[in-house]
């Protein structure tokens, strides 16, 4: 064998080798598992890690005192929005809004799905679970869905018959109702849907038959038990995959949707332990400045603080069960988790109670991404806008280029990450809806423009009855309604803006060209 032979032979075993191993990294590289857990109606500031720099800073008006350990370990190793927002602060909305990455007129929900109402998530968009499906992900989905037209197809003892005429013609909620196997079910694999608004009473179907007591896909199973706790124990022996209920070659992506700490606020559906550890009468003897801290907070009507509270604390206890899981097995590091809420909580502000208001109570939302494989801690002011967590997590999760063209949310994953050849722009404004309403939120202001009629009439508004903006630096609880005559420069600048949103959403507002003579469409 000659010299150059031997060389030849070298080079070629060392070349092999090198690609060998190149090979062997790239199969053996996971992708990040991705974790979204969202509490119903829960407020921005109702965690514990607002009261610290650097996050105090960043408040708009005063955090509340409660008690989250665990939701202050995610953002202290995390990265903290301090403007995400729900667009339309409402259960059904969000979900769908969330679900799809595409805003209401295109999603198909306008409104909260309930009797008497068509509002129901589209059969044929691409949603979460099936985005990451496709991708190669195993699936689930755990706890409250609400997104299908509520249709009387049970019959009275609550199995889904998938039929108005006997023995079906029954419903099991006036609200949420079952997602059937097949398309309403977008991709979801490993499914544990919870329902009905009573905490130690969550009514469950599931595809998992030994998680339901041997029952069938369809058939209503009570565990009677604390909705966190139980999920939170369904979680977890999903993630020790005791079953073989995923394929542990497979990274998952899991939506865990808590109904807590959203009412009936009452000892009945409140964990009356942690009540009683935490705010109890004992330690609070009054609702005073001490445990309702917002100065615009009517003490009358925010009689229901304490189990407000209480389950907020509660429910960031079982989400500490399912993060010591993912540490435990060596996951937590490679999971990007985002924990965020469907809308807020008015908890008094402004003599209200619950949700779907224009005001910050309402629409502000926590949001933090925990992925320390992947993202350094920190404080992000970006205008997040619900439609935005689909694309932006599939980026992060290193399949934006899986995307559908459809979806009407924006990439962040670029400027989070940051990359050189990021060309993402911070939006200026997103975009506020309700029943009655549109308006905008920017770094500063919020502006609204409020329809003379109540949310729910069937029957169509003629006018715009109000027309105003707070200025959220100088008035923090938006306590001051400002005309949009009294700053007409600045009016002008967000009218600007709530047009150029409503195209861009195909809102119907914008088709109708509703109330042009104050939206100036023809300047976009």
């Not at 992708?31 to 921005?44: E, Y």
């Not at 198909?108 to 679970?129: E, F, M, Q, Y």
């Not at 990007?336 to 939302?365: C, P, Q, R, W, Y």
Request: aromatic content about 10%; glycine content about 6%; proline content about 6%.
């Amino acid at each position: 064998m000659g010299r150059k032979t031997r060389i030849l032979i070298i080079l070629s075993l060392f070349f092999f080798n090198c690609q060998e191993k190149i090979t062997k990294l790239t199969k053996d590289e996971k992708k990040p598992n991705v974790l979204i857990i969202f509490p119903d109606q829960l407020r921005r500031y109702s965690a514990g890690f607002w009261a610290e720099p650097p996050y105090k800073q960043h408040v708009i008006g005063k955090p509340d005192p409660v008690i989250t350990p665990n939701i202050d370990k995610l953002a202290k190793n995390g990265v903290v929005f301090t403007q995400a927002v729900s667009n339309y602060p409402l259960c059904s909305p969000y979900r769908g809004m969330l679900m799809s990455g595409m805003y209401p007129e295109q999603n198909g929900i306008w409104n909260n799905c309930k009797v008497g109402r068509t509002h129901s998530l589209k059969d044929n968009i691409a949603t979460i679970p099936d985005l990451f499906l496709n991708a190669g992900y195993n699936t689930s989905y755990i706890g409250k869905c609400h997104w299908l037209k509520n249709d009387p197809l049970f019959d009275e003892d609550g199995t889904y018959v998938g039929s108005v005429e006997a023995p079906g013609g029954y419903r099991i909620n006036k609200y949420d109702t079952y997602i059937p196997p097949g398309k309403t079910r977008h991709g979801i694999e490993y499914f544990y849907q919870a329902i009905k608004d009573q905490h130690f009473n969550p009514h469950i179907y599931s595809n998992d038959s030994e998680a339901i007591g041997g029952k069938k896909d369809g058939e209503l199973h009570l565990p009677k038990t604390f909705s966190p706790k139980n999920e939170s124990q369904i979680i977890i022996d999903y993630l020790r995959n005791t079953r073989s209920q995923r394929d542990k070659n497979k990274p998952f992506c899991m939506i865990w949707s808590m109904n807590p700490p959203h009412n009936p606020w009452d000892d009945k559906n409140t964990d009356m332990a942690t009540l009683r550890k935490h705010y109890d009468i004992d330690k609070f003897p009054e609702i005073n400045d001490s445990l309702l801290v917002r100065e615009n907070a009517d003490k009358e009507v925010a009689t229901y603080v304490r189990h407000y509270f209480a389950n907020i604390t509660s429910s960031d206890y079982y989400i500490g069960l399912v993060l010591d899981e993912l540490e435990k097995l060596g996951e937590l590091n490679n999971t990007i988790v985002i924990f965020s809420s469907d809308h807020g909580e008015m908890l008094g502000s402004h003599g209200k109670k619950g949700k779907n208001e224009i005001e910050l109570e309402s629409t502000a939302i926590p949001f933090i991404i925990h992925w320390p494989k992947g993202l350094k801690h920190g404080v992000n002011d970006l205008l997040l806008s619900v439609p935005d967590v689909l694309p932006t997590t599939m980026g992060l999760a290193g399949i934006g280029n899986q995307i559908p063209k459809e979806i009407e949310g924006t990439n962040f994953s670029s400027l989070l990450l940051n990359e050189k050849n990021n060309n993402v722009q911070k939006p200026k404004a997103v975009l506020l809806m309700l029943g009655n309403s549109r308006g905008v939120l920017t770094n500063r202001y919020s502006l609204c423009l409020k329809e003379n009629k109540k949310q729910w009439d069937v029957q169509g508004a003629t006018s715009i009855e109000e027309a105003f903006l707070y200025d959220n630096q100088v008035d923090p609880y938006q306590l001051n309604k400002i005309d949009i005559e009294e700053k007409p420069e600045i009016s002008k600048d967000l009218l600007l803006e709530l047009a150029k949103l409503l195209k861009k959403t195909n809102d119907p507002w914008y088709q109708d060209k509703r109330y042009s003579s104050i939206i100036p469409y023809t300047e976009i």
